[in-house]
């Protein structure tokens, strides 16, 4: 399997969180921009979706963005997984879940902006949680696989599943306070894509495998090989 890192000074955070009094939770999911709450190349980012009724009561949503240059990927995906540490994971009232999402920025040439959080594509993954400090294994679906295939670059979008991606469907408001914290720009926690590919002409998955481990490649004996792939 091959692996391609996040381009983290492309990627980030932002962050919306209004007074309940002026806003309402709609107000917040489809917001233009994440008002003045934008990390650029933050050591952390996080999934949000949050009720809080302290003094100032307050909603928060909060979205996590990393930008992969899938340029690298010339075969055809048999499967791909977005790896992440998960650092922690708070909850009062609800216990929160994430999904992945596409977006068409940040790129690899246009940094993180406020902006960027009006930008909604589709759905790559299925919701997961985690109760932190472990590497989450999500792997992204067809939609997700397709996108990493045949694009040069792909942005993901980590968000509450629930109460922010399923909004338009459910219509309902966080209950209470629950987020998701990843590591995105640590040494030695750095995000990345980990995928499988064939390469065309061949029926087997040849990646990584030294003719000499080989015994038939669609039906041609290992003798007759003399290059696999430029190997």
Same mark, same amino acid.
């Given at each position: 399997?091959?692996?391609?890192?996040?381009?983290?000074?492309?990627?980030?955070?932002?962050?919306?969180?209004?007074?309940?009094?002026?806003?309402?939770?709609?107000?917040?999911?489809?917001?233009?921009?994440?008002?003045?709450?934008?990390? !650029?190349?933050?050591?952390?980012?996080?999934?949000?979706?949050?009720?809080?009724?302290?003094?100032?009561?307050?909603?928060?949503?909060?979205?996590?963005?990393?930008?992969?240059?899938?340029?690298?990927?010339?075969?055809?995906?048999?499967?791909?997984?977005?790896?992440?540490?998960?650092?922690?994971?708070?909850?009062?009232?609800?216990? !929160?879940?994430?999904?992945?999402?596409?977006?068409?920025? !940040?790129?690899?040439?246009?940094?993180?902006?406020?902006?960027?959080?009006?930008?909604?594509?589709?759905?790559?993954?299925?919701?997961?949680?985690?109760?932190?400090? /472990?590497?989450?294994?999500?792997?992204?679906?067809?939609?997700?696989?397709?996108?990493?295939?045949?694009?040069?670059?792909?942005?993901?979008?980590?968000?509450?599943?629930?109460?922010?991606? /399923?909004?338009?469907?459910?219509? /309902?408001?966080?209950?209470?306070?629950?987020?998701?914290?990843?590591?995105?720009?640590?040494?030695?926690?750095?995000?990345?894509? /980990?995928?499988?590919?064939?390469?065309?002409?061949?029926?087997?998955?040849?990646?990584?495998?030294? !003719?000499?481990?080989?015994?038939?490649?669609?039906?041609?004996?290992?003798?007759?090989?003399?290059?696999?792939?430029?190997?």
């Amino acid at each position: 399997m091959a692996t391609i890192n996040a381009t983290t000074s492309q990627g980030g955070y932002l962050n919306q969180t209004q007074a309940i009094a002026s806003w309402s939770w709609e107000d917040i999911c489809y917001a233009s921009s994440a008002a003045s709450d934008t990390y !650029p190349n933050s050591n952390d980012i996080y999934t949000q979706a949050s009720y809080n009724v302290g003094r100032s009561a307050t909603w928060g949503c909060g979205r996590g963005y990393l930008v992969f240059d899938t340029s690298v990927i010339t075969g055809t995906l048999t499967d791909i997984k977005l790896k992440i540490f998960c650092t922690d994971m708070f909850n009062l009232v609800y216990t !929160p879940e994430a999904v992945l999402y596409n977006s068409t920025s !940040p790129t690899l040439s246009t940094s993180l902006s406020s902006t960027d959080f009006k930008n909604r594509g589709n759905q790559i993954s299925d919701p997961f949680t985690s109760s932190g400090w /472990e590497w989450l294994d999500i792997g992204l679906n067809g939609t997700g696989l397709s996108i990493a295939e045949t694009e040069n670059e792909m942005t993901i979008v980590l968000r509450d599943w629930y109460y922010d991606a /399923e909004y338009y469907t459910n219509f /309902e408001s966080p209950p209470g306070i629950g987020f998701m914290g990843y590591f995105h720009n640590e040494a030695g926690y750095i995000p990345y894509l /980990e995928y499988t590919m064939t390469v065309a002409g061949y029926r087997q998955i040849v990646n990584g495998i030294i !003719p000499a481990n080989m015994s038939k490649v669609d039906g041609i004996a290992k003798a007759s090989i003399s290059k696999v792939v430029g190997v």
